[in-house]
Nanobody, 123 residues
């Protein structure tokens, strides 16, 4: 399985970005998928996850109400819509897959990771 994350960039506070994660090599429709991030000098942290079929979504408190995770199983692609971005959202964002059951916030349970895409929020 290969995961390719894209969509990061430099934006100002209050702006929006949409990250994408394209998967290849295997159909991932039976796996939950997630987004994690690692800010400067910080440990990797959970951002959001979505169950295999899509109706179940889970968010870190810090992004709840601002970020929306979604997936298109037909395209084998995961998305993260990020609105009202703040400087504290600055991080490298990683997509991950490989979990079938909760909990989805534990990064150790994911078997496959994308290379990361940089998101920088600065005025």
């Amino acid at each position: 399985v290969q995961l390719q994350a894209s969509g990061g960039g430099l934006v100002q506070p209050g702006d929006s970005l949409r990250l994408s994660c394209a998967a290849s090599g295997r159909t991932l429709s039976t796996y939950a998928m997630g987004w994690f991030r690692q800010g400067p000098g910080k440990e990797r942290e959970f951002v959001a996850a979505i169950s295999a079929s899509g109706p179940g979504t889970y968010y870190a408190n810090s992004v709840k109400g601002r970020f929306t995770i979604s997936r298109d199983n037909a395209k084998n692609t995961l998305y993260l819509q990020m609105n009202s971005l703040q400087p504290e959202d600055t991080a490298v964002y990683y997509c991950a897959v490989g979990v079938r059951t909760p909990p989805y916030y534990d990064s150790r349970r994911y078997g496959y990771w994308g290379q990361g895409t940089q998101v920088t929020v600065s005025s």
